[in-house]
């Protein structure tokens, strides 16, 4: 009954609320980048969604226009270079999300989930398919976002996703928002340019 009414119910109201409430603050947000750079205000991206299919992500822009394109940022050879100084704060802070909370209303995502892979992102992509997380709907945060984000390996990220889903219910999904609030707080698990940064730590000690 959650996975297949409720769950979607609390997305549409949540992310409804979130817009209300959060649209002075994007709109500051947003004029805060046109000051910092030039470009758009948001960056889309092609992302896999619910069953493989791809969907345009909508972010603030963090970064300049003519970064390359469809590249993860642990692909770039010196990430930080890309990134503007109010798109610092937004990573940092994880506020270049917000505007998602519209891909949620959409029904392209919710608010809970795995995190949505670049539609190129194939060894996460296949990895995902062992445990059935291209089957359900991307999230805005989920449990690998609260176990290490950018510190994690491919195979890890994956593992903790098809977690998510053996065991997603209301409390665990409380459980995720609750942890993301707490990780969001202490910025955890942010590493620029970062992929597996936990177990390229442990080699090196």
């Known amino acids: 009954m959650y996975k297949k009414y409720i769950k979607r119910m609390l997305d549409i109201l949540l992310s409804l609320c979130g817009i209300v409430v959060l649209i002075l603050p994007m709109g500051l947000i947003a004029l805060a980048i046109k000051i910092d750079s030039e470009g758009p205000v948001f960056f ?3 992302r896999v969604g619910k069953n493989k299919e791809h969907f345009n992500i909508l972010k603030f822009r963090t970064m300049r226009t003519d970064t390359p394109p469809d590249a993860p940022t642990h692909e770039l050879s010196d990430p930080e270079k890309w990134i503007t100084k109010t798109g ?14 519209f891909n949620i209303l959409r029904g392209q995502m919710s608010i809970i989930g795995p995190r949505p892979a670049l539609w190129n992102q194939f060894d ?12 359900v709907r991307p999230g805005l945060t989920g449990w690998a976002q609260i176990n290490g984000r950018d510190e994690l390996e491919i195979d890890i990220k994956a593992t903790f996703d098809g977690e998510y889903v053996e065991k997603m219910s209301f409390a665990f999904d409380i459980k995720c928002f609750i942890g ?3 990780s969001v707080l202490k910025s955890e698990g942010v590493v620029e340019g970062g992929t597996g940064e936990i177990k390229k730590e442990s080699n090196q000690k």
């Open 180 to 182: 993301t609030i707490t």
């Open 124 to 135: 996460l992509i296949e990895e995902r398919d062992k445990y059935g997380v291209n089957n």
């Open 44 to 46: 889309k991206q092609k």
């Open 88 to 101: 610092k704060i937004l990573r940092k802070t994880s506020l270049d999300e917000l505007p998602q909370l």
